[in-house]
């Protein structure tokens, strides 16, 4: 079960993999893949059992295959000490400013789609 | 006991192939071990096995490089991880139907707002060029900024540092910034932790219930995918 849900996978990777090398070599092949699978289950409305399977253990394990990419920091300790105050600055500003307008304008558009339901 | 190569089996351990994916593995379960003891939103698994890793690299002696071959067999994993992702996106898409065009109308200008703001600020305070497309895809969840940064010619490893620091910073952050901003509605504080503050965001809005829980990870899956699409494209348009 697993492995039939984790062939699917890779084969969707390599689709678009393939994709990605032949028609659009702006995105990833994985993104590809990605966005071909979801047409799939939309298309199929529905996601076999197996793939359910591999994706959610795969998904399980996704921080621990996210350390060595992230441990590549430490080859860019001058990069990140030169704009430190441009990092933090923006890091922090962007986020406080982006959260609360999120939160903002999803309930005034909930309350909005409410307040037209009730008219009709 | 001066008959037994004590220096030359250091040697052959440390210079072994699953020497990588051992620390890895040992730093993690560490990490997860630490959080689930203490709760600590600070201590993120992947950030305290990332300083654990580096650690034992630094002492070790060796290079970034040679760790990254070593742990090939890890990192191969994340291209169909990043297809799986397909799947819990699909599985939430059942609960937007309600909320349909508010979801789609907040994650089209939020999200926008969200990577420009970043961008925006970054470039401002005089950034080097590889910095400010690093942070361009913070928001998003690690995978998907990770070669999102890279297909920018930014760094994957920076990239994933910026996404942690925001989504941590976001989950402990958000729940009371919103309630200033007296943003009640639960689907509306989802969709905002999980749009700015991707997993971390999402863990967090889980413990606030359920609604909210569902729309941040929608909001997180949906962020990462219109970011994933959309920003390599809009950056070969305008550069």
Known sequence: MLLRGLTWLVLFQLLGTALSVLLLPMLPGPIIGLVLLFGVCLLRGEIGEPLQLAASSLLRYLPLLLVPPAVGVMAYVAAIQADIWAIVVSLVISLVLSLAFTGWLMQALIRRQARRRERT | MSLLDWQGAWQAVIGHPLFGVGITLASYQLACLAYERTRWVFLQPVLVSMVLVIAVLLLCGIEYADYRRASELLTVLLGPATVALAVPLFLNMRRIRELFWPTVLTLVLAGS?????????????????????????????????????????????????????????????GPELLRRCRVQHPAARGMALGLTAHAVGTAQALQEGDECGAFAALAMSLMGVMTAVFLPLAVSLFF
Request: no cysteine; glycine share 10%; aromatic share 4%.
């Open chain 2, 113 to 173: 707002v969200a990577t420009a703001l970043g961008v925006l600020f970054a470039w401002l305070m005089g950034a080097e060029p590889l910095i400010v497309t690093t942070l361009a895809p913070k928001s998003v969840t690690s995978p998907i900024a990770m070669l999102v940064a890279e297909q920018l010619g930014g760094v994957a490893a920076l990239a994933a540092v910026f996404v942690m620091l925001t989504g941590v910073l976001g989950a402990i952050i």
